[in-house]
Nanobody, 112 residues
């Protein structure tokens, strides 16, 4: 059974940083693409970043240059380093490896 557990969210001031983690189990993590999505209040879930199984990364324009996705296949963990955070980044953040399984998400609130 695939399980994804996100952590690392919290309340941060504009301009601050957070690092989110995604612990995966029940899958061959190293062979999967890893995605981060987010869903802000009153908004649809949107894609944020991707790191392929081979390490290629891609980002939504709204976070390019501020967010960095990475992975540690030895630990079955993915990360999302978020810098220069803005109030518009406020959302529940989810990691995803394809298929039907989603974690519970982690709340990120950017506010002064």
């Amino acid at each position: 059974q695939v399980q994804l557990v996100e952590s690392g969210g919290g309340l941060v001031q504009p301009g601050g940083s957070l690092r989110l983690s995604c612990a995966a189990s029940g899958i061959s993590f190293s062979t999967k693409n890893l995605y981060w999505y987010r869903q802000g209040p009153g908004k649809q879930r949107e894609w944020v970043a991707l790191i392929s199984s081979g390490g290629t990364t891609n980002y939504a324009d709204s976070v390019k240059g501020r967010f960095t996705i990475s992975r540690d296949n030895a630990k079955n963990v993915g990360y999302l380093q978020m810098n220069s955070l803005k109030p518009d980044d406020t959302a529940v953040y989810y990691c995803h490896t394809g298929g039907a399984s989603w974690g519970q998400g982690t709340q990120v609130t950017v506010s002064s």
